[in-house]
């Protein structure tokens, strides 16, 4: 088994909002990759006495732990139960309520000898490679469709489409949420290898159109994890002042790429 992860924070100053993990369950049956993006929120209150990187340890652990100790529940459930525990540790404390809660987007993976299980909630990134090297990218695009004036302001995003039918949805402090991710399963001969990415990391693709999902999967196959994640802070320095990429809001993304060949 080869496993790479790399996790790299936008700005050397302030925490890394990511989160990534890696199990191996002791019976050598099988794994589970889980990667968080969590969600900057603006500079206000956003109800919540704890930090983002405090929400994603938390939310990170539990969806790892819960992956590989309960393999009778599906990912969606999962990912219902570990919403829920998270939002129990601070119920009592913040306003769950607030559009700004700390959340996050979510990438989950699970193997065994027969299947590949996945969840994609938001706008992070699976992507699965199989045995003739067909990259295949699982994704949550609902952010991607909306409308540029949709996203206009901080205030019409929490008003109108975050966590909203018609808009998007991550994991905050609502365990329906589940429901909202895209999942799937794909018979275990289907799958070489997976890379799980938060958006980050994909605006080599999304942003700076430097390749397709197989080209970017080929330079994390290749040249390793961090070489991605190299390769989009130099095009980002290069356009720190024009920021002629649309739909970046800062110059630098906390980047994680999570590379497993099971």
Known sequence: MRIELTSEPGDATHPNEDFAALALPASGQGGALVV????????????????????????????????????????????????????????????????????????????????????????????????????????????????????????????????????????????????????????????RALVGMTDGATRWTEKFRQGDWTDLFTVVRKEGAAALVERVRALESADREERAYLGRSKTHDDATVVYVEP
Request: with cysteine.
């Open 36 to 191: 968080l993006d969590g969600v900057t929120p603006p500079a206000d209150d956003d109800g919540c006495l704890h930090s983002v990187p405090w929400f994603c340890a938390r939310l990170g652990g539990l969806l790892t732990e819960l992956s590989v100790s309960h393999r009778d529940l599906t990912l969606s459930e999962i990912l219902a139960e570990a919403v829920l525990r998270t939002a129990d540790t601070h119920a009592s404390t913040c306003d769950l309520s607030h559009p700004r809660t700390p959340q996050a987007t979510v990438v989950l993976a699970r193997w065994s000898d027969a299947a590949v299980e996945y969840l994609v909630l938001s706008d992070s990134a699976l992507l699965v490679e199989a045995p003739d090297g067909t990259v295949t990218a699982l994704l949550d695009d609902r952010l991607a469709r909306l409308p540029r004036a949709a996203l206009a302001t901080d205030a019409l995003v929490d008003a109108r489409v975050r966590n909203k039918e018609g808009g998007f949805f991550t994991a905050a402090a609502d365990p329906s949420v589940a429901a909202r991710a895209v999942t799937g399963e794909l018979p275990r001969g289907r799958v």
